[in-house]
């Protein structure tokens, strides 16, 4: 009995073995597999999609969505020039990391398994910066607003932590260290004297958007400006890095490329000539995109010349010092790099001051625009203007996105993506910046959508007309009435204005690569304000920001729409309607997903196939950034989120508030990687993953029985923990002293 007996054992131990090591090796892949799901940029990969390609999370398995940890964000320091609180940016994912940037300038990295800091660290500006920028070129009483954007970029092969603080230096740090590897002054005073050329206002410090070009190490980044009469000439420039990778100088100016006139009215002619010199030149009148290479002379000339006024301005105010209008760049998300084609796609913002146009007659090329820049060069290749001679405050802000070999019109193609805030989004051509196709939100129905939904348009808002002279000389809107309306609106009377100056697609969209769709949330908040007077004689002072003259926020009146759209078409795929909310920051997307994270504190989960709610979780915080999607080290996908309390101020907030961690039970998460691994098709392996997949389904089924909730509100600890922010202000104080001494 045991000769019989003894080779069944050995058997049996030589298979147990063998499965063993395949089950070790099958772990070992997964573990490498998950660890690769970073959200290292922003906006989750290069190309801004907002999109993750983990497979853990899925529509069976996210109704069991919890929460995993709380880190309570201290208090900054009671006093000073940065008096926000809190952090108001999508967290970004490295290697199982967690990071993100306070609004008081302290970087965090934190372990995504259970939220322990792993290191901080206090970005410190120079010594008496905001006294010598106060002094000359800047408004320096726009800051305490907060980031909107940190990336890792992978350069050569190694990780490298790329912010740009709100004394615009350009700040790399060691991802796992913390410690400082560059510290480069973009945007000073010393800058400004001596290259920006026929300057007469002020740049804005806050909320800087960039990017890197990694295969030619070049770092592109936009001049933002004040939204009053005291706005700047805006640019962009480009950075060489190549240096200080090769550890042989400093970063060096590469290029700066202005994108308005000179202030002081010495080229009158600067919009004709850069239409001219442009390969493609666009604009849209609300119903088409117009070729402005095609237009005859004398038509350019009419509507062109003289573009924003300078000239004249100067001619009638000779004593005056500043211009009363400008323009900077766009702000709010990521620029995007197509480094096959050399190219860098960024936007720009309305023009100056918002509202009241008496003083920059014109279209005011290139505001509202998106623009394609030679990397190596600066050379504008096309540009595309969104909106002609704005009059309420409807930039191009937020993310651009690059796709590459994505199905559009019946081919695979590559294809600029943009969303702008008066509710349009534009499928462009990289090469040219021709529109593939344009979705309205403010006309639904034009892409298939219910007309009951989207954007309604108040009734000053309208497209006006690039050929038109007329349209471009309104001064403000409503101008264009008679009688005793137009005397209520020049007497500053107040009236609504939807969607309002913060737009109606204030956000980033998502695009899944495996749908062919993009996932775009706008939303009606009007505003009641009223135009006030700008300009020498308008008895201000012209620092003071006199164009707005916001009066309320209507609340009552807000709703939101999230469309899914195909790429392929432009067409509306479903739509879903909220009712009472404006939604804002973006949207993010992965595996069938689609996660709204919502201004009243609630985390909705879409079907991306059809819009159907799949689970709603209550959090009671406000939100108004997307969540990054990505593996903790032990490979387990989780959502980053930075809940706080803000209004519609949108970088206002007295609240410290917490970073958010969501993820799924143990025991499910277990058995999601078990079924993710990649099959090596051999007998052994197969039999391992029926062995495995069984026990382990067998385990969820007796376990979860008790851990379903179909209603899911966070529950009371997360505000308990949140409080101890509070309490750990002064200890925070005293390591941020600390560290200051060091």
């Given amino acids: 009995m045991r000769r019989e007996r003894t080779p069944n054992l050995f058997g049996l131990s030589l298979t147990a073995a063998l499965l063993l090591a395949v089950l070790m090796l099958a772990s070992t892949t997964v573990l490498a597999q998950q660890q690769a799901l970073d959200w290292a940029m922003y906006n989750g990969v290069p190309g801004n999609w907002n999109w993750s390609p983990q497979k853990q999370l899925n529509k069976e ?109 350009l700040i790399i740090l060691e991802p796992f260290t913390g410690d400082v590897l ?100 666009w604009t849209f009148d609300g119903k088409q995109q117009i070729d402005m290479k095609a237009w005859p002379d004398d038509l350019k000339r009419r509507i062109l010349y003289d573009d924003w006024g300078f000239a004249r301005f100067v001619q009638k105010y000779p004593n005056e010092k500043v211009s009363y209008a400008g323009l900077g760049a766009g702000w709010g998300g990521a620029y995007a790099v197509d480094e096959d084609r050399g190219l860098v796609y960024v936007t720009t913002a309305q023009p100056s001051p918002d509202w009241n146009a008496t003083f920059r007659p014109g279209p005011n090329l290139w505001s509202d625009s998106i623009l394609a820049l030679n990397v190596e060069t600066g050379e504008m290749v096309w540009a595309f203007q969104t909106m002609a001679h ?31 805030k008066h509710g349009t989004v534009f499928a462009l051509d990289p090469d040219t910046g021709k529109a593939l196709w344009i979705f309205t939100a403010w006309d639904p129905a034009r892409n298939g959508g219910n ?17 038109n002279e007329r349209d471009m000389t309104w001064n403000w809107q409503g101008e264009w009435t008679t009688g005793d309306e137009y005397l209520y609106l020049k007497n500053h009377g107040r009236f609504l204005q939807n969607p309002p100056a913060v737009g109606s697609l ?49 609340n009552d009146l807000a709703n939101a729409t999230v469309y899914a759209i195909d790429v392929n078409t432009g067409r509306v795929v479903w739509e879903v309607f909220f009712d009472k909310i404006f939604l804002r920051g973006g949207i993010s997307t992965s595996n069938g997903l689609v996660f709204v994270a ?60 917490f970073v958010l961690a969501l993820g799924l039970p143990e025991v499910i998460a277990e058995r999601t990687v078990v079924q993710e691994r990649t099959v090596v098709q051999t007998q052994v392996q197969t039999q391992v993953q029926t062995v495995v997949q069984t026990a382990v389904a067998t385990q969820v089924v007796t376990q979860v029985q008790t851990q379903v909730r179909e209603v899911e509100v966070i529950p009371a600890w997360v505000y308990a923990v949140a409080g101890i922010a509070v309490v750990a202000v002064i200890a925070a104080a005293t390591i941020a002293v600390r560290g200051r001494r060091r």
Avoid at 396 to 406: D, G, H
Avoid at 651 to 657: D, E, S
């Fill in 61 to 169: 398995n996210v109704k069991f969505l919890e929460i995993k940890w709380v880190f309570a964000i201290p208090a900054g320091p009671p006093s000073g020039l940065f008096t926000q609180q809190g952090s108001m940016h999508t967290p970004i994912v490295y290697k199982g990391v967690v990071y993100f940037v306070t609004n008081w300038n302290r970087v965090y990295a934190l372990d995504a398994r259970n939220g322990k800091v792993l290191w901080m660290k206090d970005l410190v500006p120079p010594k008496d910066w905001d006294v010598k920028y106060r002094e000359k070129y800047f408004d320096v009483t726009t800051l305490g607003g907060h980031y909107h954007q940190i990336h890792i970029y992978e350069i050569d092969g190694k990780p490298y932590l790329v912010i740009v603080p709100q004394w615009w230096h």
């Fill in 182 to 281: 560059l510290d480069y002054p973009l945007l000073n005073p010393d800058f400004v004297e001596k290259y920006v050329q026929g300057n007469r206002g002020l740049y804005d410090l806050s909320t800087p958007s960039y990017v890197i070009d990694t295969k030619r190490k070049i770092f592109i980044i936009g001049a933002g400006v004040s939204e009053a009469e005291s706005a700047g000439r805006g640019f962009f420039v480009g950075i060489d890095l190549r240096p200080w990778f090769e550890k042989k100088d400093s970063p060096t100016l590469k290029w700066l490329t202005y994108i308005m006139p000179p202030q002081d009215g010495s080229d009158p002619e600067w919009a004709i000539k850069s239409v001219n010199s442009l390969k493609y030149a």
């Fill in 390 to 420: 704005d009059i309420w405050d409807y930039d191009c802000a937020w993310s651009v996105q690059f796709v590459k070999n994505a199905m559009v019109g019946g081919q695979k193609r590559d294809v600029v993506i943009k969303g702008c």
């Fill in 451 to 467: 007309p009951r939904f989207g954007i309604k348009f108040s009734k000053y808002v309208k497209f006006l007309d690039p050929t």
């Fill in 506 to 554: 204030e956000m980033d969209i998502a695009y899944d690569p495996e749908r062919n769709r993009l996932y775009v949330g706008v939303y009606n908040l009007p505003f009641v304000h009223s135009v006030v007077n700008v300009g020498p004689n308008s008895g201000l002072p012209w620092l003071t920001n006199t164009g707005r003259g916001v009066r309320e926020v209507r």
């Fill in 598 to 657: 919502r201004p009243d504190g609630i985390i909705s989960v879409l079907d991306a196939d059809d819009g159907k709610i799949l689970k709603e979780l209550i959090v009671g915080t406000p939100f108004s950034t997307a969540p990054s999607i990505a593996a903790d080290a032990d490979g387990r996908v989780k959502l980053f989120l930075t809940p706080h309390a803000t209004g519609v101020g949108w970088g206002i907030t007295a609240v410290p508030g």
